[in-house]
T-cell receptor, first 114, second 113 residues
């Protein structure tokens, strides 16, 4: 099976712009989670989608949003970018999204905000 | 609420030496515990996990970890380090109710020849 794929891999934006990141989960996986990784804050949970519904959300401002499509692919959007949004954004998928399941991570999208 | 503490942000060992990366967790419910490894410019790869059953868990690349409820610990060990083990290691905890992984700050492992 192909792994989790994320596009694009690298992105440069300027403050105030918005950005959309894409994630394709492993075939058959219905749960997709997003994480932000920064040197200062480490790995932080953004949100999780299951069957096109947001099921769980981390402590991030409303500028961070996401959605999931019927084929389980997910997108994450950040509006009004700030310098502090520069980070590696990781997507992870699992079969049904229970806590005991392994989450399989993609390679990430590295976002730089200038 | 759940949390994870990884003691030591940087651990250095010689090739062939024992690797010990420490992880302590806090959880109000029975936890599920994970160790992930991240190589430069890559995502996270699962090394091993504890859900239920045997408290000594064996993972890939010769790593193992032991769940000790009384000490709220889940330390990662490997008897003999290889140069290829140099990477960043993350301990994480989750609960049955949701899939949010709570990660520790990570430990960078350096291996010298």
């Amino acid at each position: 099976k192909a792994g989790v794929t994320q596009t694009p891999r690298y992105l440069i934006k300027t403050r105030g712009q918005q950005v959309t990141l894409s994630c394709s989960p492993i075939s058959g996986h219905r749960s997709v989670s997003w994480y932000q990784q920064t040197p200062g804050q480490g790995l932080q949970f953004l949100f999780e989608y299951f069957s096109e519904t947001q099921r769980n959300k981390g402590n991030f401002p409303g500028r961070f949003s996401g959605r999931q499509f019927s084929n389980s692919r997910s997108e994450m959007n950040v509006s009004t970018l700030e310098l502090g949004d520069s980070a590696l954004y990781l997507c992870a998928s699992s079969s049904t999204g229970t806590g005991r399941e392994t989450q399989y991570f993609g390679p990430g999208t590295r976002l730089l905000v200038l | 609420a759940q949390s994870v503490t990884q003691l030591g942000s940087h651990v250095s060992v010689s090739e062939g030496a024992l690797v010990l990366l420490r992880c302590n967790y806090s959880s109000s419910v029975p936890p599920y515990l994970f160790w992930y490894v991240q190589y430069p410019n890559q995502g996270l790869q699962l090394l091993l996990k504890y859900t239920t059953g045997a408290t000594l868990v064996k993972g890939i690349n010769g790593f193992e970890a032991e769940f000790k409820k009384s000490e709220t610990s889940f330390h990662l060990t490997k008897p003999s380090a290889h140069m290829s083990d140099a990477a960043e290691y993350f301990c994480a905890v989750s609960a049955e109710a949701g899939t949010a992984l709570i990660f520790g700050k990570g430990t960078t492992l350096s291996v010298s020849s």
